[in-house]
């Protein structure tokens, strides 16, 4: 009989997956898929082990139920046969008479129940007669369903070494159907769930796990049925089958096999690693007994949190019982009278291996990876997969993801926290920039209204305080006093005309200027000192630049003025004038004090000075930063007051658009 059934076995919650990769780690054929950061389990890779299932701690990973398809099949009116895997002792180790389970499943509707290990020992001394054939050399076990779909999928060349012997459940059901009709529906009560895509034969299957749901929900407990025997035939030493080692020492026979001829792997590394061996040739000649977990007892099929040598316990307990009271004269009749019954299966090659990912592939995965040399190689098994070589494989045949290397993702994320400071420093210097301006333009308002209110009684002041001077006699003691309040009055004109220009709101009147003509004239303007030198540099290709004439030269005079007065005891003062395509830069340099670090931030601030009395109003620098905002330039200060740290004085960068 064929066997090449393939069902979908195990169905993925995606939004249940937090993304650990555990059943990366602990699927045995990589049937996993991660994409966009979540696990996908693919059909057509997958062989049913239920490893993945296992170990979800999310319940992302949801198994094929078949409860439904059996409740329905219940309610017709088939004849239909629950087969028990013979490990049942140890999923119901609560339940000390198995009479009660028995019971217990009856209730549910099924008309028979019967022991899958009548089936074992059958296929047991099929697999005793081949082994004693001198001739044929070593072989795979076939009771494994994951095992098989192991060796179809991914070892498609050794499928010839599948013992071509049914399992122990589709040898119990030909037994049923043999003995009821073929009409007869045949339910499997197993550990596993890859058997529910073994073959077709069996009309469905059903984990322990499914059939203690069925019977919660319909109440069904050891209290409230009537306990009862197992439907014959009965089984003899084949219920030890899930805790023997394997279907060889289920056999009744007298000799034992020699165990080196056997080699027992369970689990998903070994035996893989087994496989392999026999590939390679090293164990050609051996008897290969494989199971894809950890053993039925244990299978992904039963309930979770079972002791694993309580419930082998549990099994031994129940066949050593069994083995007391058995019939060996009605089991023999049994054995003889289903001795007919055709218990060879055939299996055939479906490769679902990958093709090979290319070398310069590979690499390149793991350059993306950053890992450059063998060093970079940690192997931590982190991403899931047992080296970084076989991660970057699995990328190349996109069954992963870079983000899954957790040495190259904790990198990137340290980057990426860095880019975040940096751009935090940045956001707070903008943050500082914004304060400063708004601070600046509620300056403005308010010097612009005192300005005003202000200017008409100066000018009164200014008027009649002239007069008065005029009229007043030369020579007079009243005249000086007069002069010092016409002085006076005049200065605080000054001060008002100069808050009008800090709060003037009025746009920029941009007309063409050569720059370095302009920059000339600025230093012209000024009134130089003896004692310092000045140095024009005109530092520029092209010198034509749009600019409101008037208020930018407010802005250089005064830098210049300012720079001047910070050298009182001489100096130099350079000015040039650079430029790009865009922007040019007017740069005023001077040797004198510097600016301390603590007045910095308060420079453009109207009214901070550091000028005695009646020398400084604290409005240029405040004035200047309105102007180049509205031509919407930048001002970059460089100083140093501390001639310990080298030579001392500021350099103010004016940065403006060229305007065209
Ligand atoms: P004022 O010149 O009336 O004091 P400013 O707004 O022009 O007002 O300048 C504010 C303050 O900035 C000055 O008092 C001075 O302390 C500092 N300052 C400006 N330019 C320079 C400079 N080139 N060197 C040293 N200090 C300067
Ligand atoms: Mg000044």
């Known amino acids: ?56 701690s999310q319940g992302a ?40 389970i028995v019971g217990m499943v009856r209730k549910l509707g099924f008309d028979f129940v019967t022991e899958v290990s009548f089936g074992a020992d059958l296929v047991a001394q099929a697999y005793e007669k081949r082994l004693k054939n001198e001739q044929k050399g070593g072989d795979i076990s076939s009771d494994c369903p994951a095992i098989v779909y192991f060796i179809r999928q991914y070892n498609p060349d050794l499928v010839p070494y599948l013992a071509p012997i049914a399992s122990p459940m589709v040898a119990m059901t030909r037994v049923m159907k043999k003995k009821h009709g073929a009409g007869l529906k045949v339910v499997f009560i197993g550990p596993c769930f890859a058997k529910k895509a073994e073959t077709e034969e069996v009309d469905e299957v059903l984990t322990f796990r499914e059939l203690r ?82 053993g039925c007892i244990m299978g992904p099929g039963t309930s979770p949190g079972g002791k694993r040598f309580s419930r082998s316990a549990a099994v031994g307990e129940y066949v050593g019982k069994k083995m007391q009271n058995i019939d060996m004269e009605t089991w023999q009749r049994d054995i003889d009278f289903y001795s007919d019954i055709d218990l060879s299966q055939s299996f055939n090659p479906e490769d ?39 991660h970057a494989t699995a990328i190349v045949q996109r069954l992963a993801e870079t983000e899954m290397c957790l040495p190259y993702t904790i990198e990137k994320l340290h980057d990426s926290i860095n880019d975040l400071n940096i751009s935090n420093e940045k956001l707070a210097h903008a943050k500082a920039a914004l304060k400063q301006s708004e601070k600046l333009a509620h300056m403005g308002q308010l010097s612009a209204g ?115 007065e910070a050298m009182p005891n001489g100096g130099s003062l350079t000015v040039s004038v650079e430029g790009n395509k865009e922007e040019v830069i007017f740069i005023v340099k001077d040797t004198g ?11 453009f601030t109207p009214f901070f000075t550091t000028k005695e009395m009646g020398k400084g109003t604290g409005l240029g620098l405040a004035l200047i930063y309105g102007i180049v905002k509205m031509h919407k330039g930048k001002i970059h200060v460089d100083s140093n007051d501390d001639p310990a740290a080298g030579p001392t004085g500021s350099t103010f960068r004016i940065t403006v658009p060229r305007g065209r």
């Open 1 to 56: 009989m064929s066997h090449s059934y393939h069902r979908q076995l195990v169905f993925t919650i995606k939004e249940r997956c937090r993304v650990c990769f555990t059943c990366v780690r602990e699927c045995p054929v990589k049937a996993i898929k991660i994409i966009n950061g979540q696990a996908e389990v693919l059909n057509e890779r997958c062989i049913g082990c239920g490893n993945c299932v296992k170990v979800c």
């Open 450 to 564: 005192i300005a005003h209110e202000l200017n008409n009684p100066l000018g009164v002041i200014t008027m009649y305080s002239n007069i008065l001077m005029d009229e007043a006699p030369e020579g007079a003691a009243v005249r000086e006093d007069l002069k010092l309040i016409v002085e006076q009055a005049d200065r605080c004109k000054k001060i008002v005309s100069g808050l009008l220009n800090f709060a003037r709101k009025n746009q920029v009147n941009l007309s063409e200027t050569d720059v370095v003509k302009f920059l000339n004239h600025s230093v012209n303007s000024i009134i130089k000192p003896d004692n310092i030198t000045i140095t024009v540099i005109p530092n520029i290709q092209d010198p034509v630049a749009f600019l409101d004439i008037d208020q930018m030269m407010q802005v250089l005079t005064n830098l210049e003025k300012n720079a001047i």
């Open 213 to 294: 749901g069925m019977l919660q929900k319909r109440n069904i407990s050891p209290e409230n049925i009537t306990p009862s025997e197992f439907d014959p035939p009965y089984s003899s030493k084949g219920a030890i089958f899930p805790i023997s080692r394997g279907l060889y020492y289920t056999s009744n026979s007298q000799e034992a096999i020699p165990e080196e001829h056997v080699v027992i792997a369970e689990g998903r590394i070994n035996f893989k690693e087994a496989v392999k061996e026999f590939e390679d040739g090293f164990i050609r000649d051996k008897h290969l007994m494989l199971l894809c977990c950890e």
């Open 352 to 390: 679902r291996r990958l093709g090979p990912a290319s070398n310069e592939d590979v690499l390149q995965a793991l350059h993306e990876m950053g890992k450059f040399t063998e060093k970079d190689h940690l192997n931590c098994g982190a991403c899931g997969y047992d080296t970084c070589v076989e």
């Open 61 to 100: 990973k949801i198994p094929l139920n078949s409860v439904n398809e059996v409740e329905e099949m219940l309610a017709s009116d088939h004849l239909i046969a629950a087969c028990i895997a013979p490990s049942f002792p140890a999923e119901f180790e609560e339940i000390k008479d198995h009479r009660v």
């Open 593 to 603: 004090t510097g600016i301390a670090k603590e007045y910095m931030d308060k420079l």
